[in-house]
């Protein structure tokens, strides 16, 4: 009983705006966990070691490139659900027309249309857009398509028929735009495919609204995009996903950590500062209220949450036939209110940068990008396959990484980060917390954890290290 008034007050509370901040809700979340585990400690299954290694690694996945001018080595990734459907998305892929890699991942609110959409479509836009206008015109002259340009990876779903024809049609009318503009810099490109993604997702639902495109349109994603070209780390970023850098320092023989995106909501200054000096000085108390965007959406930049974009003519001739009046948001007057304009970040890779780990916030909540840089450098330092393991390019080892170590749990690094993150204790991973975690039932689970979706990227430090030594301003 006490577990369940628990739950309805919280439920009650999260429904309603909140009036703390994040960290706030982190603890309210935390303080019911621990509620429901005491409750719930006899009647929750206790999983075994076996099947909580099944539920872990069902996602799992590995690649090692065997290109020797990669500036990628290989990544692996692993994603655990909370929602019903999950509504993260991952992508990543390698470029056809030079040796380059980018990856995504993809962090959805109300619903999992928006980030399946932008996972399926984004990096696609990005990579006509940062490679060389006269190829881009080759390509266009050969009937390129979206899939002209990258090598996926791990990509076991895709659209219907009907909607897989709209988006290509979009695709082609974007490259069409961009084929007669000068070409900017790697950043300004990146960020202007964003927005015109963004942008046709918008005309998408009004000119062709369907089931589908309007729920992509209602719902929303945030994201974070790595590039990775030579030493050049590109990473773009919008709302809440985090990209942590880890680096060994030899000098004092202890891994570092570097944050390279910064979350763009109410605990961020500048960026309520950005959202205010858009508006009339009398919205002041309006446009961010009780810590949220006109009291409703958390996140201040993400694709998609046209409602939140869209004029009130447009509300009122699409939205409010549909879905009624209670669509409109309080306060609402003077549209746009959120941006998918990204956040760039450009980092100069040097031999001492090992790997990058990019996760949605459902993983951050449990673990500092420190403590996560920490646990792959002793990952990477215990692991080894020996060579009667490695049956396929998908399950090869990451051969540079060392020796294995019995103690080690996972030759896969998310799903070593994943554990960790269920299970960490003073006195390492902690079985019955794991074993917790994936048991809580389905009604009461998105109280305890989040979407987690986990990509670690491990560069080739000796194609970076030649291009270092080559560079005359390193030598």
């Given at each position: 009983?006490?577990?369940?008034?628990?739950?309805?007050?919280?439920?009650?509370?999260?429904?309603?705006?909140?009036?703390?901040?994040?960290?706030?809700?982190?603890?309210?979340?935390?303080?019911?966990?621990?509620?429901?585990?005491?409750?719930?400690?006899?009647?929750?299954?206790?999983?075994?070691?076996?099947?909580?290694?099944?539920?872990?690694?069902?996602?799992?996945?590995?690649?090692?490139?065997?290109?020797?001018?990669?500036?990628?080595?290989?990544?692996?990734?692993?994603?655990?659900?909370?929602?019903?459907?999950?509504?993260?998305?991952?992508?990543?892929?390698?470029?056809?027309?030079?040796?380059?890699?980018?990856?995504?991942?993809?962090?959805?609110?109300?619903?999992?249309?928006?980030?399946?959409?932008?996972?399926?479509?984004?990096?696609?836009?990005?990579?006509?857009?940062?490679?060389?206008?006269?190829?881009?015109?080759?390509?266009?002259?050969?009937?390129?398509?979206?899939?002209?340009?990258?090598?996926?990876?791990?990509?076991?779903?895709?659209?219907?028929?009907?909607?897989?024809?709209?988006?290509?049609?979009?695709?082609?009318?974007?490259?069409?735009?961009?084929?007669?503009?000068?070409?900017?810099?790697?950043?300004?490109?990146?960020?202007?495919?964003?927005?015109?993604?963004?942008?046709?997702?918008?005309?998408?639902?009004?000119?062709?609204?369907?089931?589908?495109?309007?729920?992509?349109?209602?719902?929303?994603?945030?994201?974070?995009?790595?590039?990775?070209?030579?030493?050049?780390?590109?990473?773009?970023?919008?709302?809440?996903?985090?990209?942590?850098?880890?680096?060994?320092?030899?000098?004092?023989?202890?891994?570092?950590?570097?944050?390279?995106?910064?979350?763009?909501?109410?605990?961020?200054?500048?960026?309520?500062?950005?959202?205010?000096?858009?508006?009339?000085?009398?919205?002041?108390h309006t446009a961010i209220r009780s810590h949220r965007l006109l009291g409703g959406l958390q996140?201040?930049?993400?694709?998609?949450?046209?409602?939140?974009?869209?004029?009130?003519?447009?509300?009122?001739?699409?939205?409010?036939?549909?879905?009624?009046?209670?669509?409109?948001?309080?306060?609402?007057?003077?549209?746009?209110?959120?941006?998918?304009?990204?956040?760039?970040?450009?980092?100069?890779?040097?031999?001492?940068?090992?790997?990058?780990?990019?996760?949605?916030?459902?993983?951050?909540?449990?673990?500092?990008?420190?403590?996560?840089?920490?646990?792959?450098?002793?990952?990477?330092?215990?692991?080894?396959?020996?060579?009667?393991?490695?049956?396929?390019?998908?399950?090869?080892?990451?051969?540079?990484?060392?020796?294995?170590?019995?103690?080690?749990?996972?030759?896969?690094?998310?799903?070593?980060?994943?554990?960790?993150?269920?299970?960490?204790?003073?006195?390492?991973?902690?079985?019955?917390?794991?074993?917790?975690?994936?048991?809580?039932?389905?009604?009461?689970?998105?109280?305890?954890?989040?979407?987690?979706?986990?990509?670690?990227?491990?560069?080739?430090?000796?194609?970076?290290?030649?291009?270092?030594?080559?560079?005359?301003?390193?030598?």
């Amino acid at each position: 009983m006490l577990t369940k008034l628990l739950r309805d007050m919280i439920v009650n509370k999260l429904q309603r705006p909140v009036s703390s901040n994040y960290r706030q809700s982190i603890v309210v979340r935390n303080f019911l966990c621990t509620s429901v585990r005491r409750r719930r400690q006899l009647s929750l299954p206790q999983l075994s070691p076996y099947y909580v290694n099944l539920l872990l690694r069902e996602n799992e996945f590995t690649y090692t490139f065997t290109e020797q001018d990669c500036p990628v080595y290989g990544y692996e990734s692993n994603q655990l659900g909370s929602s019903k459907p999950c509504e993260d998305a991952r992508a990543e892929a390698s470029f056809m027309h030079k040796s380059a890699f980018i990856c995504g991942i993809f962090d959805g609110h109300r619903g999992p249309a928006c980030s399946q959409a932008i996972s399926k479509r984004l990096m696609h836009y990005i990579a006509a857009s940062i490679i060389d206008r006269q190829l881009l015109k080759e390509q266009m002259q050969q009937h390129c398509d979206s899939q002209s340009f990258l090598r996926s990876y791990n990509d076991k779903k895709d659209f219907v028929s009907d909607i897989k024809d709209l988006y290509e049609y979009s695709f082609i009318k974007f490259i069409q735009r961009i084929s007669i503009l000068d070409q900017s810099e790697c950043s300004k490109e990146i960020q202007n495919a964003f927005l015109c993604l963004d942008s046709d997702l918008s005309k998408e639902a009004i000119n062709y609204p369907n089931a589908w495109t309007m729920a992509v349109a209602m719902s929303g994603a945030t994201a974070c995009i790595a590039y990775v070209e030579g030493r050049d780390l590109h990473l773009a970023s919008t709302g809440g996903c985090t990209a942590v850098l880890g680096s060994y320092n030899p000098e004092i023989d202890e891994w570092e950590a570097k944050e390279f995106t910064t979350s763009h909501d109410s605990t961020n200054r500048r960026e309520v500062t950005r959202v205010l000096s858009q508006h009339p000085r009398d919205e002041r108390h309006t446009a961010i209220r009780s810590h949220r965007l006109l009291g409703g959406l958390q996140v201040l930049r993400a694709l998609g949450n046209f409602r939140y974009k869209w004029s009130n003519e447009t509300m009122e001739k699409y939205i409010v036939p549909l879905y009624g009046e209670v669509a409109k948001l309080p306060f609402y007057y003077t549209p746009p209110y959120l941006t998918a304009e990204p956040e760039m970040k450009r980092y100069k890779l040097t031999p001492n940068n090992k790997f990058l780990i990019m996760a949605s916030d459902g993983f951050w909540n449990f673990l500092t990008p420190t403590k996560a840089v920490n646990i792959i450098g002793d990952h990477i330092t215990s692991k080894h396959i020996s060579d009667s393991d490695r049956t396929a390019v998908e399950d090869t080892s990451l051969e540079f990484l060392g020796d294995f170590n019995a103690n080690s749990f996972d030759r896969n690094a998310a799903t070593h980060l994943l554990r960790y993150a269920l299970g960490a204790s003073e006195y390492g991973v902690e079985h019955s917390k794991v074993s917790f975690y994936l048991s809580v039932p389905q009604n009461v689970v998105r109280l305890c954890r989040d979407d987690i979706t986990i990509t670690v990227i491990y560069f080739n430090n000796d194609y970076i290290s030649a291009l270092t030594h080559n560079d005359p301003r390193c030598v």
